[in-house]
C-alpha cells in the first residue's frame, strides 16, 4: 500500500469544484474502508459486507426498522435486501415480524446473539476503520475527519 498514488481529487488543482473534489475523497477513504473491512468482518461474524451494514442499521435501532427503510438507507433494491435478510434470519442474527396494522410491512430486529456479536467485534473492527482511513485520506481531510473521529492517526512509516 505504500507505493499508492495520491488520489488526483485532493489536489484541488483540476476541473472539479469544492464539493465534487470532497464526495470523491469520500469515495475512496470509504471504498478503501470496505476493501480492509470485508475479511474482518467475515473472519468475525461470518457474514457479507453488505449484512455487515444492515446489522449495523440495526444496532442503532433497538426497535428495529421496516425493510422497507432499510432498502432506503444502504440504497438497496427491496428483493436483494430479503436475500440478505434471510441469510442473517438464518444465521440467527435478525428476526422479522409483520407491522402491526400494515399487513405487508416487515420490520427486521437483532436478536441477542448479534448483539453480541458486535459487542465482540466493535472494537477490532473500528480500529480497522481508523487505520484503513489514516492511509487513504490526505493531512487535510483526516483534519477535518478527527471532527467525527477524534482517534483518527496519521498513518505510520510501517504500514
Known amino acids: ?15 472539479l469544484p469544492t464539493e465534487l473534489r470532497a464526495w470523491m475523497v469520500l469515495l475512496a477513504a ?3 474502508v470496505e476493501q480492509q473491512l470485508r475479511a474482518a468482518v467475515k473472519e468475525g461474524l461470518d457474514v457479507s459486507h453488505d449484512e455487515f451494514l444492515v446489522l449495523c442499521l440495526l444496532a442503532e435501532q433497538p426497535a428495529g426498522l421496516r425493510m422497507t427503510r432499510i432498502a432506503e438507507l444502504l440504497g438497496r433494491p427491496k428483493t436483494r435486501l430479503t ?62 475527519m478527527r471532527a467525527l473521529l477524534p482517534d483518527l492517526t496519521e498513518p505510520s512509516d510501517a504500514e
Open 1 to 15: 500500500m505504500d507505493d499508492l498514488p495520491t488520489c488526483p481529487s485532493m489536489s484541488g488543482d483540476g476541473l
Open 30 to 32: 470509504t471504498g478503501a
Open 83 to 144: 436475500y440478505q435478510i434471510a441469510c442473517l434470519q438464518h444465521a440467527g442474527l435478525v428476526t422479522r415480524k409483520s407491522v402491526c396494522g400494515d399487513k405487508r410491512g416487515v420490520e427486521v430486529i437483532l436478536t441477542d446473539k448479534a448483539r453480541r456479536l458486535l459487542t465482540e467485534v466493535s472494537e477490532p473492527l473500528s480500529e480497522t476503520v481508523v487505520q484503513a482511513l489514516g492511509r487513504f485520506m490526505g493531512p487535510t481531510q483526516r483534519k477535518a
